[in-house]
T-cell receptor, first 112, second 110 residues
Framework: GESVGLHLPTLSVQEGDNSIINCAYS??????FIWYKQESGKGPQFIID?????DKRQGQRVTVLLNKTVKHLSLQIAATQPGDSAVYFC???????????FGIGTKLQVIP | SQTIHQWPATLVQPVGSPLSLECTVE??????LYWYRQAAGRGLQLLFY??????ISSEVPQNLSASRPQDRQFILSSKKLLLSDSGFYLC?????????FGSGTRLTVV
């Protein structure tokens, strides 16, 4: 969904615990989903993606889950580290990837 | 390899002054190009996207405009900046499902 004019929600997690960041999208035609990590003062960086024909995809310490029925996406980070502190955005697009829409973003704070 | 260049990194401009931010992409042809804005502590707002030379889609009506004079060049402009134009501007490109952001320009309108 769009992310206009809204303050970022914050998730605080103890170092070593698992983090779960959630995202809802609104476009039923979306068929490609991406998670980005943005550190302070930098542009977003790609973390992991998933296509609509899948419901789960795993990377290094990260897992993305897709529930198309309720239009919900989540990012799970295992054994959260201080370096994971950042703002995390989900994004979705539909056929042709011409328009990629970002969610509001979630600020992850890792407590040492 | 594909790279994206965005400049300047920071910019301080007075209210009412013009703006020109430039973004260029290397190592790819016919990319989709995007301009996003991120207000402090807030999410990403899509401003413009372009699927080809001279083709610009505007997502939000405002005093900004975009142009794509060349295949790999995307320019964000304003004739007269407003205080509310302050923010972090990000250029991005995509080819197929690969989507990459530039390093951003932090614009402060004073």
């Amino acid at each position: 969904g769009e992310s206009v004019g809204l303050h970022l929600p914050t998730l605080s997690v103890q170092e070593g615990d698992n983090s779960i960041i959630n995202c809802a999208y609104s476009n039923s035609a979306s068929d490609y989903f991406i998670w980005y990590k943005q550190e302070s003062g930098k542009g977003p960086q790609f973390i992991i993606d998933i296509r609509s024909n899948m419901d789960k995809r795993q990377g290094q310490r990260v897992t993305v889950l897709l529930n198309k029925t309720v239009k919900h996406l989540s990012l799970q980070i295992a054994a959260t580290q201080p370096g994971d502190s950042a703002v995390y955005f989900c994004a979705d697009s539909s056929g042709g990837y011409q328009k990629v829409t970002f969610g509001i973003g979630t600020k992850l704070q890792v407590i040492p | 390899s594909q790279t994206i260049h965005q400049w300047p990194a920071t910019l301080v401009q007075p209210v009412g002054s013009p703006l020109s931010l430039e973004c260029t992409v290397e190592g790819t042809s016919n990319p989709n190009l995007y301009w996003y804005r991120q207000a402090a502590g807030r999410g990403l707002q899509l401003l413009f996207y372009s699927v080809g030379i001279g083709q610009i889609s505007s997502e939000v009506p405002q005093n900004l405009s975009a142009s794509r004079p060349q295949d790999r060049q995307f320019i964000l402009s304003s004739k007269k900046l407003l205080l509310s134009d302050s923010g972090f501007y990000l250029c991005a490109w995509s080819v197929g499902s690969t989507f990459t952001f530039g390093s951003g320009t932090r614009l402060t309108v004073v």
